[in-house]
């Protein structure tokens, strides 16, 4: 089975830039998950998809990022402008219906 | 304000000892908990997950257990080998509604010495 897909794995930006990130989930995955994860930190939560709708995204400065999942499969994060504060790796994560998330590589991004 | 609380700092095991990592929580109310692994440069990986029910649970060498009246869970590895040095994240689902992303602690950098 394909693990859950991300690219690029690297990207570095100016700040005031836009980036845009893209994940493959595990194929039937229907739940969705953006993290972000600042060095030294946990993950935490930008956004979580059940098929194409958005289930939460409390945590997601709406400001600045955007997501969508069309078709209720691959994904698309993006931040428009960046910021210095918003180096860190994103990751990815798939789930079905059994609690356990599959994560993808993950991101770095990269905001001079 | 809702915190979980890990060994910040790392561990340092010899090989074949257990190691045994801390997660502490304060205002939540978890249905579930798990314990990820994280090496460098990769996503986090699933190892365990206890439901707020159980008392602990097992798989291989691994041994998770859930205290609710302490907040707290704690993440065993017996028989340690150097292969177990990772980051391991410790992470809550809070109960009720259909969101279930996860919280995560800051982790624990555990090494095991040879």
């Known amino acids: 089975e394909a693990g859950v897909a991300q690219s690029p794995r690297y990207k570095i930006i100016e700040k005031r830039q836009s980036v845009a990130f893209w994940c493959n989930p595990i194929s039937g995955h229907a739940t969705l998950y953006w993290y972000q994860q600042i060095l030294g930190q946990g993950p935490k939560l930008l956004i979580q998809?059940?098929?194409?709708?958005?289930?939460?995204d409390s945590q997601l400065p709406k400001d600045r990022f955007s997501a969508e999942r069309l078709k209720g499969v691959d994904s698309t994060l993006k931040i428009q402008p960046a910021k210095l504060e918003d180096s860190a790796v994103y990751l990815c994560?798939?789930?079905?219906?059994?609690?356990?998330?599959?994560f993808g590589p993950g991101t770095r991004l990269t905001v001079t | 304000s809702q915190k979980i609380e890990q060994n910040s700092e790392a561990l340092n095991i010899q090989e074949g000892k257990t190691a045994t990592l801390t997660c502490n929580y304060t205002n939540y109310s978890p249905a579930y908990l798990q314990w990820y692994r994280q090496d460098p440069g990769r996503g986090p990986v699933f190892l365990l997950l206890?439901?707020?029910?159980?008392k602990e649970k097992r798989k291989e060498r691994l041994k998770v257990t859930f205290d609710t009246t302490l907040k707290q869970s704690l993440f065993h590895i017996t028989a340690s080998q150097p292969a177990d040095s990772a980051t391991y994240l410790c992470a809550l689902v809070s109960t009720g509604g259909g969101a279930d992303g996860l919280t995560f602690g800051k982790g624990t950098h555990l090494i095991i010495q040879p």
């Open positions: 206890i439901r707020e029910n159980e």
């Open positions: 994560a798939s789930s079905s219906n059994t609690d356990e998330q599959y």
């Open positions: 998809f059940q098929n194409n709708g958005v289930v939460d």
